[in-house]
Every structure is written in structure tokens, then in C-alpha cells.
């Protein structure tokens, strides 16, 4: 478990946009480790952690792309019932919001990765490795 960068980007919701920016990122060697979008009518917001989040900024930067930069949380645990309360019930003794969070796990696997906005991400770290 750590406190990583995630970026937040806003991209034209239409085709090709996101291709787009994974081909950018396949030419910059950078490698996504986690990645959420979210759309309205126009655009789309689209929350990754990656393997060089500096880098990623820059690419961004360079194509006069908004992009924000936030502390999350990493969180690799067990892929069995009942890790997702353990955690939120820890954090919700410690009053720390889940701001939000997102992971995808196969089926099978016996770990899992995810990754959580919270509102104290240093105390979040503290008591979820007591």
C-alpha cells in the first residue's frame, strides 16, 4: 500500500480521443497501471495512475491538455469478500472519507488493486498499516 500521483484529464468525448493518448503513452514508454473515465455531453474525465506520472503531465501538457494532479491511494489486497468493508470500516473509525475509489480484478486472481481518493491520504496510509 502507498500513496501514489493520480492524474485527472479532460478529453473531447468522441472517437478516437482516448486511442489517442494511449498511443502517445505506448511511444513515451509509460504504462497505466489503473484508469477510471467518467463522461458528461462533451468531454470526459479521465482519472489513471501510471508508471511516470511526471512524464504523462508533460505529454498533456504539451497537447495544451488540462490535467490535474491528486495523492490517492494504492491498495493491493486479498480478492475475497468482505476486504472492501474491512478497509472502509477502518478508515470510517479513523474519519477518513472515501472520496471515491476504483479497481477491477480478474475473477480468479488472488490479489487485487485499488485505488481510493480519500480525504487524508497520510492518516489513511497510517491506520490502514496497523
Known amino acids: 500500500m502507498q ?31 489503473a484508469i477510471t473515465t467518467s463522461d458528461t455531453v462533451d468531454h470526459s474525465v479521465i482519472r489513471m495512475v501510471v508508471s511516470d506520472y511526471r512524464r504523462a503531465m508533460q505529454l498533456f501538457e504539451e497537447h495544451s491538455t488540462l490535467v490535474v494532479e491528486d495523492d490517492v491511494l494504492m491498495v493491493e489486497g486479498s480478492n475475497k469478500p468482505g476486504e472492501l468493508a474491512r478497509i472502509a470500516r477502518t ?34 496510509l497510517k491506520v490502514l498499516n496497523t
Open 3 to 33: 500513496i501514489t500521483k493520480q492524474l485527472a484529464i479532460f478529453l473531447d468525448n468522441r472517437p478516437g480521443t482516448l486511442a489517442r493518448m494511449a498511443d502517445a503513452f505506448v511511444e513515451a514508454g509509460i504504462n497505466i497501471y
Open 91 to 124: 478508515l470510517a473509525r479513523a474519519r477518513i472519507n472515501i472520496e471515491y475509489c476504483y479497481s477491477a480484478t480478474p475473477p480468479n486472481a488472488k490479489k487485487g488493486l485499488m485505488i481510493m481518493r480519500v480525504s487524508n491520504p497520510t492518516k489513511a
